[in-house]
C-alpha cells in the first residue's frame, strides 16, 4: 500500500475527540480506526499487537539483527481536534501545485489564499492534499500514523537491519490526555518520537512548563448609595490583582523563550469574582517566578482588602522536556537530525509554545521529542499537507531506525 492510499483510509474514519466526556478513549468511534491499526499491523506480522481497554493500540516490530541496539519508540494520535469537524472527510488532491490561492469549495467559495497562508508558496511543484472546506482534514496525526506504518512497512519487505521498534497510537491527545493512561513500562522501549509535528523539517525537545491557576475573589455587595468604606467589589479587586502582573508578559507580546500570564476567562460580579489564568515559561526558575509573583499579589490583596478576599488556586500542568535530556541523551534529538540529513531535509528545530504528549511521557519515564509530520493550517479547514512532505517525514522515521541498527 502507497503512503497516500493508508493516510486516505485514516482520515475517512471520523476520529474526533471530546473534552466534556469522562470515558476514555473520550469517544468510541476512535475505536473504529484503532480497530483498523490493530488489522494492519497485524496482517504485517508485528507481535504483540493489541489495543487496550482505554484504546490505546501497541506494537511490537521484533529485531532481526543479534546485536544489541537501543528499543527505539513511535507514537502518533488517532484522535482530531473538537475544535472542527472531522465527520466526512473528503480530501482534495492537487497535484504539481501551481502557487495560486486553492479553491477548497466550489459551492460554497472557500479559498485557500496565499495571501492569508503565504508558506503555500513553498510547495509548488508539490502534490497538496487539503479538505473541501468543510472539515478538517486530520493530518494532525493521521499523517504520523501513515508516516509510521508506511515507514515499518518499507523496512520489513526490504529487510533492512533494525533493532525492536515499539509502536503506540494513542486517543484523546487534542484533549490533553494521550500520555494519561500510557503504559510506559509494558511500552518497553528506551526512548521514543512523537510523529505529530508541523511542515518538513521541524524538530521539537522544548516545550512550556506550564500551570493553571483559578483565583476567587470574595467581595461584599452594598446598596451603591451606602457603600461607603464597606463595599469590597470583588470585580474591581480582580482588576488590581491584573493590574499588578508585568503588563508586556501576555501571549499577545511574546514569541520564542519568552513565558506569559495568561487571563483567559474573568466573570463575577460585585459580591464574587472568578479568573482562570494560565502561566507558561521555557525556564523552571522563572515559572518557579511567575507562581511566586501571583501568590505574592494574593497575599497584598488579602492585607489592603482582609483576609481571604482573594485566594489562588495553583496546579503544574506540564514541564518542558528539555529536563529531562541528560547529556547522555542528546543522541536522541542528534539522530533525528541525522537522519532529516539523510533524507535532503534541513532539521528546524524550535522550541513549542504549548506542551505535547511527548513532554509528558518525558515525565513519565519515555524521553519523547516530536517530529514533522509536514502538515500545516491543523484544526480547521485550511489544514493541509504535501504529499511530499508526508513522505520525507516517513523517511525520516525509516533513516532513524537504520541508524540505530548500525
Ligand atoms: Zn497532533
Known amino acids: 500500500m502507497e503512503i497516500l492510499e493508508r493516510f486516505l483510509n485514516y482520515v475517512a474514519i471520523d476520529t474526533e475527540s471530546n473534552e466534556n466526556s469522562d470515558t476514555c478513549p473520550s469517544t468510541s468511534k476512535q475505536l473504529d480506526l484503532a ?45 482530531t481536534s473538537p475544535d472542527f469537524s472531522g465527520k466526512d472527510v473528503k480530501p482534495n488532491i492537487i497535484e504539481s501545485y501551481d502557487g495560486n490561492d486553492v479553491l477548497l469549495n466550489k459551492e460554497k467559495n472557500i479559498v485557500m489564499k496565499v495571501e492569508d497562508f503565504p508558506n503555500l508558496k ?61 503504559n510506559v513500562e509494558k511500552f ?3 526512548f521514543a518520537y512523537t510523529i505529530d509535528g508541523g511542515e518538513i523539517g521541524e524538530l521539537n525537545y522544548e516545550n512550556f512548563n506550564a500551570a493553571s491557576c483559578v483565583i476567587t475573589i470574595n467581595g461584599v455587595n452594598i446598596h451603591p448609595g451606602s457603600a461607603k468604606n464597606k463595599m469590597k467589589n470583588a470585580l474591581l479587586i480582580g482588576m488590581e490583582l491584573n ?3 508585568p503588563k ?23 459580591e464574587c469574582a472568578k479568573m482562570n489564568y494560565i502561566i507558561r515559561d521555557h525556564f523552571m526558575d522563572s515559572f518557579e517566578k511567575r507562581k511566586e509573583l501571583m501568590n505574592e ?23 518542558n522536556m528539555l529536563e529531562k535530556f541528560g547529556d547522555n541523551q542528546m543522541h536522541i534529538i542528534e539522530t533525528a537530525e541525522k537522519a532529516m540529513e539523510m533524507a535532503d531535509v534541513m532539521p528546524h528545530i524550535s522550541p513549542i509554545r504549548g506542551g505535547t504528549d ?35 517525514s516517513s523517511e525520516v522515521v525509516k533513516n532513524i531506525i537504520k541508524i540505530y541498527a548500525e
Not at 484504546?55 to 494520535?77: F, Q, R, S
Not at 519515555?366 to 520525507?392: A, Q
Open 297 to 319: 499579589a494574593v497575599m497584598y490583596l488579602n492585607k489592603k482588602h482582609g483576609v481571604n478576599t482573594v485566594s489562588a488556586s495553583m496546579k503544574d500542568s506540564y514541564y
Open 243 to 245: 493590574d499588578m502582573l
Open 248 to 270: 508586556n508578559e501576555v501571549p499577545s507580546a511574546t514569541e520564542l523563550r519568552e513565558g506569559f500570564y495568561h487571563l483567559n476567562d474573568f466573570e463575577g460580579n460585585v
Open 122 to 182: 513553498k510547495y509548488i511543484g508539490k502534490t497538496l492534499i487539503t479538505t473541501d472546506g468543510t472539515t478538517l482534514l486530520g493530518a494532525d496525526d493521521k499523517a504520523g500514523i501513515a508516516s509510521i506504518l508506511h515507514a515499518i512497512d518499507e523496512i520489513i519487505k526490504s529487510g533492512m537491519p533494525h533493532g525492536t521498534v515499539k509502536i503506540a497510537f494513542t486517543p484523546d491527545e487534542e484533549i490533553g490526555r494521550g500520555a494519561d493512561l500510557f
Open 35 to 79: 480497530d483498523l491499526l490493530v488489522k494492519e499491523m497485524t496482517d504485517m506480522n508485528l507481535s504483540d499487537v493489541y489495543v487496550d481497554q482505554h484504546g490505546y493500540v501497541y506494537g511490537t516490530v521484533a529485531a532481526n539483527i543479534d546485536k544489541e541496539v537501543p528499543i527505539v519508540g513511535l507514537i502518533a494520535h488517532m484522535d
Open 358 to 392: 511527548g513532554s509528558r511521557l518525558s515525565y513519565m519515564g519515555l524521553v519523547t521529542p516530536n517530529i514533522f509530520t509536514g502538515g500545516f493550517n491543523f484544526h480547521g479547514k485550511f489544514e493541509c499537507i504535501p504529499l511530499e512532505s508526508l513522505e520525507k
Open 188 to 190: 518497553g522501549a528506551d
